[in-house]
């Protein structure tokens, strides 16, 4: 069920759209509204949304060791520059996460039902998005001014990582209130900007396991992720590879021992006492059964996720 949801709920990853290609139906003189300029959010990385989404969302993840830095930028996007000094407003508008998480909410049911499933076990695993807590970011000004002769303006959100949670998925959700001059775009005047941390073991690592490992033996790659679970956790699909089996791994911050909190492979683990992470080098080694399955991975940090 999970695995049907996410496809459908994730979707095609959207990727690289360009300025030219947001609103493309009123941008430019040969266009059907023949709108020279729109004013938008100019993309903030990778577009996380999928195409039928009714807001683009953005991810952004920051290191919980140290303080963050959001820039959001205005764009007066399409034929000219700002033909004089051009006044918008932005705000944050907690009403964006209720619209969006709704309309998740109704799509997962309807699939649901047309599958023949569990409406409301659908509705549950749907991953709701929380406005970001108060006390972890600053806003800067939101009230910004395009100059004559450019085309974009730009505010900071100072964030403080080391006070986020990890109990839900947090956003920051963004639309310009108004333009002095200028059409503001239907497609990018509202955003949500997902906000999360990074703690010390999350990144890309290269896999080695064992010749006695149950599953993929002898494995040697680059590539497997762990991304951040908790304060002082990660998670990541069983082997990197098994996307229906999410194993979470936390690591006592202090002695630095491993323990595998959660396989979702329906019985305990039962860790070798040798399991642990070594921050000098940051590699991560696990031994663990679960069941019949017996497992000896090596995780040695190759770079930070994307």
């Known amino acids: 069920m999970k695995k049907i949801l996410n496809i459908f709920l994730v979707g095609i990853l959207v990727?690289?759209?360009?300025?030219?290609?947001k609103d493309k139906t009123m941008i430019g003189p040969d266009s059907p509204g023949a709108i020279k300029n729109v004013i938008e959010f100019a993309n903030i990385g990778e577009i996380k949304s999928n195409v039928s989404s009714i807001y683009p969302v953005y991810a952004q993840s920051y290191?919980?060791?140290?303080?963050?830095?959001?820039?959001?930028?205005?764009?007066?996007?399409?034929?000219d520059n700002a033909p004089s000094d051009i006044n918008v407003v932005v705000a944050l508008d907690p009403s964006i996460l209720t619209t969006y998480n709704a309309k998740n909410v109704k799509d997962a049911r309807a699939q649901a039902i047309e599958l023949g499933q569990d409406p409301d076990e659908a509705e549950a695993e749907v991953d709701q998005i929380a406005p970001l807590k108060p006390d972890s970011y600053t806003l800067g000004n939101l009230n910004l001014v395009i100059p004559k002769g450019q085309r974009t303006a730009s505010f900071d959100v100072?964030?403080?990582?080391?006070l986020f949670t990890f109990d839900q998925t947090y956003a920051l959700p963004f639309k310009i209130s108004s333009s002095?001059?200028?059409?503001?775009?239907?497609?990018?005047g509202n955003i949500i900007v997902k906000i999360s941390g990074r703690n010390r073991l999350d990144g890309v690592y290269n896999?080695?396991?064992?010749?006695?490992?149950?599953?993929r033996p002898g494995l040697n790659?680059?590539?497997?992720?762990?991304?951040?679970?908790?304060?002082?956790?990660?998670s990541y699909p069983l082997l990197n590879y098994y996307t229906?089996?999410?194993?979470?791994?936390?690591?006592?911050?202090?002695?630095?021992?491993?323990t595998v909190t959660d396989s979702s492979l329906g019985v305990p683990a039962i860790m070798d006492p040798a399991s642990k992470y070594d921050p000098a080098t940051k590699v991560l080694y696990l031994k663990w059964k679960a069941g019949s399955r017996s497992f000896e991975e090596t995780y040695t940090y190759t770079g930070p996720r994307p």
């Open 158 to 162: 100072a964030l403080k990582p080391n």
């Open 221 to 234: 790659e680059n590539g497997a992720k762990l991304a951040t679970s908790g304060a002082n956790s990660v």
């Open 63 to 79: 290191p919980v060791t140290a303080p963050g830095k959001l820039t959001v930028t205005v764009n007066y996007a399409g034929v």
């Open 180 to 188: 002095s001059l200028g059409v503001v775009s239907g497609n990018f």
């Open 244 to 258: 229906g089996n999410i194993v979470t791994v936390s690591v006592d911050p202090v002695t630095n021992v491993a």
């Open 15 to 21: 990727t690289g759209l360009s300025s030219c290609l």
């Open 207 to 215: 896999l080695k396991t064992s010749a006695a490992t149950s599953l």
